[in-house]
């Protein structure tokens, strides 16, 4: 079991299906178990699919002191994850409206409410990261506050930037500079993924990189032998909603590289963890355990 630190955003969540996008004006649509609603947030999705895989979870966060703050947190404890070091600060929860159709496309409106003006308690997170293995430290403003913090502490950084398209944009620039495994999803540079990740390598000290690449799969470099080597995506059942894909291919990696250390192998086994995730509707849904996981990928492969 890998003890792994999480600081990332947690809000509540609201799916929402529909025909098509564009939507087409109605004044009532009646949807029938097409909506739903339940806390989520990067680093809630983080949190539960490490902790479904077995890891000792230690999560750094804000709510507030509403009905939404009180559901996450119960959530979190019945799952036996910590919410000690979830800080009760904002004047209200975050909370997030996804719009999805049949073909997995979808449409995220994020109220972050007041997280982008907190800062987290410094002393709160010297005493939360203290044995951890590896920091996943989300793109949200709070958690740069803290990155000085990790890297002085020796704690192995993970970030994930989404959807990067300048390799020097100041906001992310911060992440990218302390990072030693980057995660990036290729939706602003589609077909010059091996380009673009060569300029980040070149402009910054980071030794893994992974492109989430969709439908496609995954793009992997490793700064010790210059290499890229990628790895396809796999079908485990029909897709429901690919909501917090990325999440899950993070965190499934970050789950089996602090095992291992072997980025390859982690990777493959997080585009199976990663597609077997959304079968389901919701981006904190559709997790397996580690066993789980190992045996979908044994019978997959035979």
């Known amino acids: 079991m890998s003890r792994i630190l999480v600081c990332g955003l947690v809000n509540m969540e609201t799916t929402v299906s529909v025909d098509f996008f564009p939507i087409e004006y109605r004044p009532v649509d ?25 890891d000792d979870v230690v999560l750094c966060s804000f709510t507030g002191d509403d009905s939404a703050g009180e559901i996450i947190r119960t959530k979190l404890e019945a799952q ?29 409106i994020c109220d972050l409410a007041d997280n982008q003006d907190l800062q987290y308690d410094e002393d709160v997170f010297v005493s939360a990261i203290e044995g951890c293995d590896i920091a996943c430290m989300c793109n949200i403003n709070y958690s740069a506050g803290l990155l000085h913090i990790a890297k002085n502490k020796g704690v192995l950084i993970a970030s994930d930037v989404h959807c990067l398209s300048d390799i020097h944009d100041e906001y992310n620039a911060r992440f990218m500079r302390v990072a030693d495994i980057l995660f990036i999803s290729n939706e602003n540079f589609m077909g010059r993924e091996q380009e673009f990740v060569t300029s980040v390598a070149d402009a910054y000290n980071i030794q893994i990189i992974v492109v989430g690449m969709g439908s496609k799969g995954a793009l992997l470099y490793t700064r010790t032998d210059n290499s890229f080597i990628f790895v396809p995506a796999v079908s485990t059942r029909p897709v429901k909603n690919t909501v917090g894909a990325g999440d899950s291919l993070f965190s499934s990696f970050i789950h089996f590289y602090a095992q291992s250390k072997d980025p390859l192998d982690s990777l493959q086994k997080a585009v199976y963890f990663a597609s077997y995730k959304i079968g389901d509707n919701g981006a904190s849904k559709g997790f397996l355990t580690e066993k789980e996981l190992l045996e979908l990928i044994t019978k997959e492969e035979v």
Request: aromatic share 10%; glycine share 12%; proline share 2%.
């Open 30 to 54: 009646y949807r029938f178990f097409g909506v739903s609603s339940h806390p989520a947030g990067v680093g809630f999705n983080l949190s539960l699919a490490l902790n479904t895989l077995g």
């Open 80 to 108: 036996g994850i910590s919410t000690n070091n979830v800080l009760c600060k904002n004047k209200s929860t975050a909370q997030s409206v996804i719009l999805y159709d049949k073909e997995g496309r979808r449409n995220i």
